[in-house]
């Protein structure tokens, strides 16, 4: 594929190196509360500083005898970043980049997810640092089971409550349960995590309420005009990275909606085909060699070139930052939808928004996923099975009014700037000035909201 080049106006050895981006995704989570507090005069001072700091970071070690008989030694995280509305809830992420701080932000992400979507958690999120294709599946489970184990009462079904993420899934979360179950018998240990399988208290319609969440938001969103000339997905082209949970099923959805699937791709790499890919037969592809890649009658591209395939709505579903300043001028997407947590950087979302490329961010995008762990959750506790057209129709009602309360932000706070302007210059003169926001800035914002007013509600204790 080929891509545009930057115009150069100095020799290369005479240019200046630019400031490396800062790609720490927990100094990403806090940039995006502080530009968003910018427009929420009324957040009581200091107030801020304790929202978007996690309550509770917990860094657990312990070892594996593998089946070689070796033993490895494991680092596993688990953040508590918000109570406020609720237990916390979060995924758990097998995957050798883990560190402590990805940890905190996707907590933090969380939290603000769980608002946007207005259920009654707070955020979490967990992971364990190694590569789960280098070990075999015996040995990957005494890891779930060694972790789940050392986290203890750290996790509960009324404290912090986890879920699928990346390289985990509903077998995962069976080990997860079971473990739990075994250290508290004789209770109800169901709803201490989600995301189980269907014959063991997980819900109808969980495995794709990420993707679905996100097909819904994108409609809805398209509904409200968000995009000129393209008010629905049918006869649009999507491009997606990341064919696992949250991908491969995105790209059954759109296709069955009526999108066009020109452009897919995995760890190992993508696959384009103009006329449109079949999902289920690149699914089937991918079970039968480990990748998309070599899929018949596509053309072979590299992961990064998906990006900047030419198409209508492109959806990250893979890893953070993807989408950053030195790749963003090649994205020639009209629509971002972020099925992934933090794909795109800040500088990369100021020049999307300056070029008119809306980005419909995770937090809204991807909600269905905790969504439907929340309908999960109830009926674990109900003691009950929902249809799963019961569980779907929830979903949908949830999704359309997250998107509404998001674009309904947006275009208030960008109506008010000078109002807005006026309060914040009355209690703090000389900051920088406000200008229009973006739907990330505009679902912080409604987030933010979200959780200070409970906060508040509540009392700071004693
Ligand atoms: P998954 O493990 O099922 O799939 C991840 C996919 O990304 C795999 O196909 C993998 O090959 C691919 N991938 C990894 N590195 C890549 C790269 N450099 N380029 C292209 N593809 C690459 O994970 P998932 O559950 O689908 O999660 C994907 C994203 O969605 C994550 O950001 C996760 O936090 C987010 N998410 C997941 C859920 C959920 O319910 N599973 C919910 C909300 C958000």
């Known amino acids: 594929m080929a891509t545009a080049t930057k115009p150069q106006t100095r020799p290369p050895d005479q240019q200046e190196a630019p400031e490396p981006e800062d790609l720490n995704p927990f100094h990403i989570a806090q940039s995006q509360f502080d530009l968003a507090a910018r427009y929420i005069p ?7 500083e304790f929202l978007k700091r996690p309550e509770r970071l917990l860094t657990v070690e312990f070892p594996i005898e593998l089946s070689d008989g070796t033993v490895l030694t494991f680092v596993g995280y688990r953040c508590l970043h918000s109570t406020v509305r609720g237990p916390g809830k979060g995924g758990i992420r097998y995957h050798p980049d883990v560190t402590a701080d990805e940890v905190r932000a996707l907590a933090s992400w969380m939290t603000w997810k ?5 259920i009654p958690f707070g955020g979490a999120k967990g992971g364990v640092a190694f590569d789960p294709k280098k070990l075999s599946v015996s040995d990957v489970r005494k890891v779930t089971r060694r972790f789940i184990a050392a986290l203890g009462e750290n996790i509960g079904p009324h404290t912090d409550i986890p879920a699928p993420d990346v390289n985990t899934d509903a077998g995962t979360m069976a080990r997860i349960y079971d473990t739990y179950a075994m250290m508290h018998p004789g209770v109800n240990c169901l709803p201490v995590v989600t995301g189980k399988p269907v014959d063991l208290g997980g819900s109808l319609g969980r495995r794709e309420a990420t993707a679905r969440g996100c097909l819904f938001v994108t409609q809805q969103a398209l509904r409200r005009g968000i995009v000129p000339r393209r008010s629905s997905v049918q006869g649009a082209t999507v491009a997606i990275q990341g064919f696992g949970n949250a991908g491969a099923i995105a790209a059954q959805l759109f296709h069955e909606a009526g999108a066009r699937i020109i452009a897919v791709s995995d760890s190992r790499g993508g696959i384009h085909r103009a006329d449109g890919l079949d999902p289920a037969a690149v699914s089937a592809h991918k079970k039968r060699t480990g990748s998309v890649t070599g899929f018949p009658d596509a053309q072979d591209l590299s992961g990064e070139e998906v990006l900047t395939v030419e ?3 492109l959806v990250p579903a893979a890893l953070e930052n993807v989408i950053r300043r030195d790749n963003v001028a090649q994205v020639r997407a009209r629509l971002i939808v972020e099925a992934a947590n933090g794909p795109t950087t800040p500088a ?3 020049m999307l928004f300056e070029r008119g490329v809306q980005v419909l961010p995770d937090i809204l ?6 969504t439907v762990s929340y309908y999960e959750w109830v009926q674990n506790i109900e003691n009950e099975q929902w249809e799963e057209s019961a569980v779907n129709e929830k979903l949908l009602k949830k999704m359309n ?3 509404d309360a998001v674009i309904d932000t947006q275009r208030t706070v960008n109506a008010d700037l000078a109002t807005l302007q006026a309060s914040r210059d009355a209690k703090a003169p000389g900051g920088v000035p406000l200008t229009p926001v973006d739907l990330r800035t505009a679902a912080y914002i409604l987030a933010v909201r979200r959780v200070a007013n409970p906060t508040l509600a509540r009392g700071i204790w004693p």
């Open 114 to 118: 769980c608002a946007v979507v207005d």
């Open 365 to 370: 995008a991807n909600a269905g996923g905790v």
């Open 42 to 48: 009324e957040l009581t001072p200091g107030l801020g």
């Open 348 to 350: 990369a979302d100021r």
């Open 311 to 313: 198409c209508d709505i």
């Open 401 to 403: 009014r997250a998107a």
